[in-house]
């Protein structure tokens, strides 16, 4: 049967083999720092070189002139609280109409509104537009005929209240005066679908979305 050789030894040659009286030889070079001599030493009985890194700098003693200032930077955070918009109420109020006959006004509310209700007096159709030019262009528009599908009309609201209550909540229908300049004027259109002539009151609730 062959024999296994034994594990040579010589790596051990290449570590140093330290005791409590073995220590570097460090020289002191007045003047340079620093230096190979002081940096690079090699223990007795070793043969890889140790590496001694520079000690730090001493801390001075108190009382010689020497200070250290701390600074603390504070921050404080404030919280404040945004003030939600509240509602509000407009009200328009019609001449005397005659069955079928429409009149053309304006209400001021603000530039943006999110609408919530629309109550009226009498029987009516009323419309609500964003510019006076899609008013007087929607004026003949029939009641039975609705506004033309992708076409621009400046139209956000054409409600028609026969039945009792006559009111209309709003399910998150904005609306917005598109005038240039912008301003807080919205065009509302009456008409009276009753069977009665009278003056027709328009109440509007909404919410100011813009000043």
């Known amino acids: 049967m062959p024999q296994i050789p034994p594990v040579s030894s010589e790596a051990e040659s290449l570590l140093p083999r330290r005791s409590v009286i073995q220590v570097c030889s460090l020289p002191y070079i007045p003047g340079i720092f620093p230096s190979t001599n002081n940096i690079i030493d090699f223990h007795l009985g070793g043969k890889i070189p140790q590496f001694r890194a520079p000690l730090p700098a001493q801390t001075p003693a108190q ?8 600074t603390v930077i504070a921050s404080t955070a404030s919280a404040s609280t945004a003030t939600l918009p509240q509602s509000q109420v407009a009200s328009i109020t019609s001449p005397v109409l005659n069955p079928g006959n429409a009149f053309a006004g304006i209400v001021l509310l603000s530039k943006s509104n999110l609408f919530l209700q629309l109550a009226a007096s ?20 029939s009641l039975s005929l609705p506004p033309g599908l992708g076409t621009v009309q400046g139209i956000f609201s054409d409600i028609q209240l026969d039945t009792v209550p006559l009111l209309w909540k709003y399910s998150e229908t904005v609306g917005s005066n598109m005038d240039t300049p912008q301003s807080n004027t919205i065009y509302i259109t009456f008409n009276n ?5 009278t003056a027709i009151t328009a109440t509007i609730t909404y919410v100011p979305l813009q000043s």
């Open 193 to 197: 679908i009753g069977v009665a002539s």
């Open 63 to 70: 009382g010689t002139g020497m200070s250290t200032t701390k």
């Open 122 to 141: 009498a029987p009516a159709r009323i419309r609500l537009y964003s510019t006076a030019n899609a008013q007087s262009s929607d004026l003949s528009r």
